[in-house]
């Protein structure tokens, strides 16, 4: 399996400019949760779907930040417009019921790297 | 509401000596806690994960970790560290939100190894 991937793992943009990151989970997976990393705040939960439904959505830090999964396979997350106090590394994780019930076992994808200037 | 102190926010031990990185739980009932270790420019690994079943948990790359109740406590341990273990170390414990198993992460341990 190839993990968890996202997309770009790099992005410089300037202040006022829309955003948007992008994940694919690992296949089979049924849970997607976005996080946040930043010196200051360490790794936050900012949202997380269930069988492509945002289940909680009250770590997003203001309406400037949507997230959507249009299928399985594939989520987005976006700023717009974004500001340079959105400068962080965003983390897509996975990861599945198994036969016990067990969800707490979450797959990070490499990360992005976002610098808005 | 779950959470874990990471002791300590940073540790620098030489190449071939032990490695103790420490984190103390606070749970309400019987938690699960991991190790997660994140390389430079590089995402989150899972080194190791207890669950209840035996106290001592093996993970990747050697490193172990011990549950103790007693102690609210879930230290991870290396016997002898490598130049490649030179990363941050994240102790998680996972919090239980109607039905959903939600992370909470320690605020980190960045670990140096010197030759």
């Known amino acids: 399996d190839a993990g968890v991937i996202q997309s770009p793992r790099h992005e410089v943009t300037e202040m006022g400019q829309e955003v948007t990151l992008r994940c694919k989970p690992i296949s089979g997976h049924d849970y997607l949760f976005w996080y946040r990393q930043t010196m200051m705040r360490g790794l936050e939960l900012l949202i997380y779907?269930?069988?492509?439904?945002?289940?909680?959505d009250s770590g997003m830090p203001e309406d400037r930040f949507s997230a959507k999964m249009p299928n399985a396979s594939f989520s987005t997350l976006k700023i717009q417009p974004s500001e340079p106090r959105d400068s962080a590394v965003y983390f897509c994780?996975?990861?599945?019921?198994?036969?016990?019930?067990?969800?707490?076992?979450?797959?990070f994808g490499p990360g992005t790297r976002l610098t808005v200037l | 509401a779950q959470s874990v102190t990471q002791l300590d926010s940073h540790v620098s031990v030489s190449e071939g000596t032990p490695v103790l990185l420490r984190c103390n739980y606070s749970?309400?009932?019987?938690?699960?806690l991991f190790w997660y270790v994140q390389h430079p420019n590089k995402g989150l690994q899972l080194l190791l994960k207890y669950t209840s079943a035996a106290t001592l948990v093996k993970g990747i790359n050697g490193f172990e970790a011990e549950f103790k109740k007693s102690e609210t406590s879930f230290h991870l341990t290396k016997p002898s560290a490598h130049m490649s273990d030179a990363a941050e170390y994240f102790c998680?414990?996972?919090?239980?939100?109607?039905?959903?198993?939600?992370?909470?992460f320690g605020t980190g341990t960045r670990l140096l190894v010197s030759p």
């Open positions: 998680v414990v996972s919090e239980r939100d109607t039905g959903f198993q939600k992370l909470v």
């Open positions: 749970s309400s009932y019987s938690p699960s």
């Open positions: 779907f269930n069988n492509n439904v945002p289940i909680d």
């Open positions: 994780a996975s990861s599945f019921i198994g036969t016990s019930g067990d969800t707490d076992t979450q797959y």
